[in-house]
């Protein structure tokens, strides 16, 4: 069980989540951001539960939905809000957006929009880590949808017949986009498809982070220790649509409702208070601190400047120039 | 020096950037397993006796899942050299190519890094539609990716010694017919030349072209087999008394533009050659960039040679048509200046 100190900053890891994408939902309904957002709101305890066990050396690749694991992964509010407002001083220099936050400097890979594309870019970054040898683990989020890619066969497959130090985390929130998992699975569970890789395979409550924290806890050792990948699934529910113009029309009510008495963050509000590990009065305080930090992040991304437009050139190649565009404008007159 | 096959060239060229840093490594399908056939054209034979199996890393049959896990290795410290055994395989890793590899450095504001190389076969040799494409024309389309076309044995081991230094990923593309592979790989009808490749170190740059023939009169341009093809058309054409200069672009991405277009406003006439097919191919935007940025010194219209809007035909009399010939292009050369 994880101790006092570790519970409550998971509480705080979700909260954060949390609080900063409804900020955003709400800066989104204000014409702030530009784009789309895919919010994470309702499986914030995978994010936090798997990551508590990472460090900056190890590698996490994430999804369109990236704002849950790049926080909990350690990218700053700041840099991931302005990346959102398409500022300058965005994680990505507004070059990325909302789908492909990421910060190398703490191991978060730019996050991949394309749905199962993470899947093998994290068996060549567990087989990196492996290859040199400094106990680093790389860890894939995926939603349930991402099974279904071929990308998720040829990736899981790699990973266990090289043995590497990998985590393919499948957050199986019962839709991919409108799509119900029984419509495009035959299978209960997810986590069955680990046996066909001959690979090792856990299932979770995603609702529960110290479930998530206990399951990610055995499977990365596993990892660390040279015992090999895990297919990890976690069961949880997105409390907001797939995206931002989505009305939900496609779920049954009474569904969300039942989801929505199992919210991560309540239960574990309750269950800190229940423990003793925290007063009311504490509870209010880390709330108080999260939307500082969220008022930080939002008045920095408003106060940064934008790109200029030709700074579109630059960043194609590593560590080279901005390509040409528009030379010939002088050149072809004899 | 050392008399060497493409093929030969490469594999020397692996095997000295291997040693010098034990961060690279080989990814792909039969490339190291004990009497198997060390890549599809022989390249990587042996060379496990020398690294073992996790420097010579054999894959499933997974196009798309050993270009991913190329893209992670190489964004986590590795440099690897993926291969595919014909690039008509590439389609399958087209999204860890487009949609990874080329963006990582971009999306990431030019902090993440890839350098990877992804060697592919190409050319057509009697094996029908889906192991005969060229597919140069799909990568340099894409922006973040370097295209490298290497004709000879010397380009080949030294723009490979290249795009493994190259911090950035690069497409390799080398033509079947002029591997020069042995045994039971070897190609019929292989034109497999051999050439003199230095013994110590170097390096082709990425980005330099080479004029193999120099010439006034009119231009030809060909990569790989058909840069053979545009030398073979100048030696017919100067029995005419016609001198054409023959340029050799080696990498595609980033073109040496000076060099086409110095050469175009010396002789004002320009053949471009290719062996993929004509819309939408890699000889359109080479005309597109003369027009624009030399069209004055141009003395009759740009000639595409390339071949026609079909997919690569099998039977050998459809597939000769099929693929630029020799006549074709002296033809083209010819009309230009009106003989």
Redesign the interface.
Known sequence: MADSQLQLSLYRSMLTIRRFEERCNNLFMQGKIPSTLHLYIGQEAVAAGVCAHLTADDYATSTHRPHGHSIAKGVSLRSIMAELYAKRTGCCKGKGGSMHVGDMTVGMIPAIAIVGGNIPLTTGLALACKRLGQGRVAVGFMGDGATNEGAFHEGLNMAAIWDLPAVFVVENNLYAASTPVGVTFKIQDIAQRAASYGMASDICDGMDVLAVYEAAGRAIARARAGGGPTLLECKTYRHCGHSRSDPRTYRPKEEETDWATRDAILRMAAHLKEAGLVTGESLAQIEQEVMAAVDDAVAFAESSPSPAPEEALEDVFWGEGPVPFAAAASGGVR | MTQMSIAEAIREGIREEMRRDPAV?CIGEDIGIPGGFGGAFTVTLGLSDEFGH?RILD??I?E???????????????R?IADVQYSDFLFLAM??LV??AAK????????????MVMRAPVGATARGSQHAQSLEAFFCHV??L?VVAPATAYDAKGLLKSAVRD??PVIMFEHKLLYGSKGPRTERGALSPVGEVPDEDYVVPIGKGIIRRPGKDVTIVGKLLTMYRALAAAEELAKEGIEAEVIDPRTLVPLDKELLLESVKKTGRLVIVEEDNLTGGWAGDLAA?VA??????LDAPVKRVSAPDVPPPFAPVMEQFYVPSVERVVAAARALLGK
């Not at chain 2, 990582?104 to 350098?115: D, L």
């Open positions: 490594f996790e894959t499933p997974s798309l899942g050993l270009a991913g896990v190329a893209v992670g290795a190489a964004m986590a410290g590795l690897p999204d860890q949609n990874n990582m450095t971009y999306m990431s504001g030019g902090v993440a890094k890839v350098p922006p973040g370097k911090d950035n960039i624009d940025e030399a069209f004055f010194w």
